[in-house]
């Protein structure tokens, strides 16, 4: 499979991609650096970030939500720790991956520490190719998570995005394969126990993509059969896996239009739970009403999110906690940024409400199977209201309209910045980024001081 990734990222101009693609990228584009954008306000951000300055100096690249400037590495760290910190960011369901977050995290640092312009085409493509080697490598699981797959995917995405910003040709894009394995890492304990590392690891990879391309620049030897070799990457990563019929699809299916946004900011594995319980809300059910919330969902959603409220949750923990989103979406009547506070995560009556839900696993052959769920409120008057969800809210199947992918980016950015009209500059900018013969001018709305 390596041979023909390869074939298809030196291969492929702006001219070769169709319409959905460029269309799908600037989409998730936009909705990545909002989020960004709100991972400024992480309470571990300032923590990661001073971490970070003391690594080297230099004023080369950008961070979302600040002023600060800092060595191009260092921002891709940064600025990825924030994409993902909030469990904000998109997700390729079927893979597993959050596609987009490494790799424009190395992206972005990397059209900024370019020697001349980086013109938006070229971002395009370069996300779209990166996109498509994270993907196309979850795709290829055939087994339960065991390792962090956003990360450990994401770092040959990251490692691509880069390489194409540069222009490799092939034989420079192998190697960048090469130093992306010896530099993967991910463990699904960060997850397990809701920890801030578990966005680290996205950072390490963005990091690690830059890392990657400066090694195969330098032509230093890596292992030339990345993915399939006895320790390469399925054999390491995946306990099981199936290459077949993904290379064939290469340039045919374009995985960047198979994204999913995330309407709330909180584990994807709790969106059903929390678009299920906003209906049942509005059919009446009351959390006074409610003696029980039963849900049945697949095995990885109860991996991922099936955890007991705690009264002293951290909020990583608690956003990958499907009975505190669903508490609270269920007696505020939303899930959004300001539910993870430290006052929101000990509001007595969500804890309360959160202990009267009961997972159960429903069976499915495919282990990255977010779908399809079901959700039965038991009610103090004996009678029972349920809804099943058979596709996630901001999936392809199921997506957010322009107008409510417009109105997240711009609660996200007015998280930092308050409502400047920096969102309508951020949108503006990435619906004329075919045409922008600097890609930097992204960066303008979504830098500098905040309020």
Not at 31 to 49: E, F, K, M, Q, S
Not at 213 to 222: E, K, S
Not at 249 to 277: C, D, M, N, Q, Y
Not at 325 to 338: D, F, N, Q, S
Request: aromatic share 6%; glycine share 8%.
């Amino acid at each position: 499979m390596l041979d023909e990734l390869v074939e298809l990222i030196a291969g492929t101009g702006f001219d070769d991609l169709p319409d959905a693609a460029v269309q799908a990228a600037q989409t998730f584009i936009l909705d990545t650096l909002a989020v960004g954008v709100a991972g400024r306000r992480n309470p571990y951000r300032d923590a990661v970030l001073g971490a970070a300055l003391a690594w080297g100096q230099g004023e080369t690249a950008r961070v979302l939500g600040d002023s600060v400037r800092v060595p191009a590495p260092t921002a891709a760290f940064v600025n990825a720790y924030q994409m993902h910190c909030l469990e904000f960011d998109c997700v390729h369901e079927p893979a597993v991956v959050h596609a987009m977050t490494a790799v424009v995290g190395a992206a972005l640092a990397e059209c900024e520490q370019a020697l001349a312009p980086v013109d938006g085409k070229r971002l395009l493509v370069a996300v779209v190719l990166g996109v498509e080697v994270a993907a196309v490598l979850g795709l290829a699981a055939a087994a339960p998570l065991t390792f962090f797959r956003p990360a450990t995917a994401g770092v040959f995405g990251a490692a691509v995005a880069v390489a194409v910003l540069r222009r490799y040709a092939a034989a420079q894009i192998r190697v960048c394969f090469g130093h992306a394995l010896a530099q993967a890492a991910g463990t699904m304990q960060a997850h397990e126990e809701g920890k801030a590392t578990l966005p680290v690891q996205l950072a390490n990879a963005a990091r690690a993509g830059l890392v990657a391309a400066d090694l195969a620049a330098a032509a230093v030897p890596a292992p030339e059969d990345a993915l399939e070799g006895p320790y390469g990457y399925f054999a390491l990563f995946e306990r099981n896996f199936d290459t077949s019929g993904l290379a064939a699809a290469l340039g045919t299916v374009w995985r960047v239009t198979e994204l999913s946004h995330k309407p709330f900011p909180s584990g994807r594995a709790t969106h059903g739970g929390v678009e299920a319980i906003l209906k049942l809300r509005d059919q009446g059910v009351t959390a006074a009403a409610l003696t029980a919330l039963r849900w049945s969902a697949p095995p990885l959603i109860h991996q991922l999110v099936a955890r007991p409220p705690l009264p002293d949750m951290d909020v990583n923990y608690a956003r990958l906690c499907l009975p505190y989103v669903g508490a609270t979406a269920l007696l505020r009547g939303a899930v959004g940024l300001e539910h993870f506070s430290p006052e929101a995560l000990r509001a007595p009556d969500v804890l309360a409400v959160a202990q009267r839900f009961r997972g159960s696993i429903n069976e499915v052959s495919d282990p990255a199977a977010f779908t399809p769920q079901t959700f039965v409120a038991e009610l103090a008057d004996g009678t029972r209201k349920s809804l099943g969800i058979d596709h996630l809210l901001g999936s392809p199947a199921h997506p957010l309209s322009q107008a409510q992918r417009h109105a997240k980016v711009r609660a996200c950015l007015g998280s930092v910045y308050g409502h400047d009209g920096r969102a309508s500059a951020l949108i503006n900018a990435v619906a004329a980024l075919p045409e922008a013969a600097d890609a930097n001018v992204l960066l303008g709305p979504v830098t500098g001081s905040p309020i």
